[in-house]
């Protein structure tokens, strides 16, 4: 079985550019998330989608960060524009709650490490 | 707010010793109860989970961790650890609310190297 894929695996610009982040989930898997992970700290939620909608995105800093997931499958993380503090691991995960009967289990991509200069 | 601590940052320890990292949260009701490991340049990988039933819960590699619900705790434990168990151990939680589960949340995570 495949993993969860991201890309790019590093990314480095400079403040007030744009970047984004693509996120392909495990075939099958309904539930897709988008976590921030700062260097010393465990990785923090920024949203959360049940095929294509929003579950939970109440620590998404929606000035500067956006997300889709347009067909329910693949999803992009999109910064604009970015600040000094936005550098961080960006990792996506995904989960089947449907197969587990809610006790679900969420599987991590290799993230993308993001520098702002 | 749910909150998970994980109280040691750096453990240093020699091959074949045994190894115990404590991990509590806050949070009254149900829980599902995780740890996840990175090895140096990989990816989050899930090392045991405890969702119910018998608190002693077995992972890969040896590891096991323990839920104790009086005491909000879920540690880590390897009776005897190798150098290639280097990595960094998150703990983390979802509590249930409503019937439903919320978001996980993580510890800060400990950084485990062994001596070889």
């Known amino acids: 079985e495949a993993g969860v894929a991201q890309s790019p695996r590093y990314k480095i610009i400079e403040k007030r550019q744009s970047v984004a982040f693509w996120c392909n989930p495990i075939s099958g898997h309904a539930t897709l998330y988008w976590y921030q992970q700062i260097l010393g700290q465990g990785p923090k939620l920024l949203i959360q989608f049940q095929n294509n909608g929003v579950v939970d995105d109440s620590q998404l800093p929606k000035d500067r960060f956006s997300a889709e997931r347009l067909k329910g499958v693949d999803s992009t993380l999109k910064i604009q524009p970015a600040k000094l503090e936005d550098s961080a691991v960006y990792l996506c995960a995904s989960s089947s709650p449907a197969a587990s009967g809610g006790r679900d289990t969420q599987y991590f991509g290799p993230g993308t490490r993001l520098t702002v200069l | ?116």
């Open chain 2, 1 to 116: 707010a749910q909150s998970v601590s994980q109280h040691n940052h750096h453990v240093i320890l020699s091959e074949a010793a045994s190894l115990e990292l404590g991990c509590n949260y806050s949070y009254g009701g149900t829980v599902n109860l995780f740890w996840y490991v990175q090895y140096p340049g990989q990816h989050l990988q899930l090392l045991l989970k405890y969702f119910s039933g018998d608190p002693l819960v077995k992972g890969i590699k040896g590891f096991e961790a323990e839920f104790i619900k009086s005491k909000f705790s879920f540690n880590l434990r390897k009776p005897s650890v190798q150098w290639s168990d280097t990595a960094e151990y998150f703990c983390a939680v979802n509590a249930f609310s409503s019937g439903s589960a919320r978001q996980l949340t993580f510890g800060s995570g400990t950084q485990l190297t062994v001596l070889p």
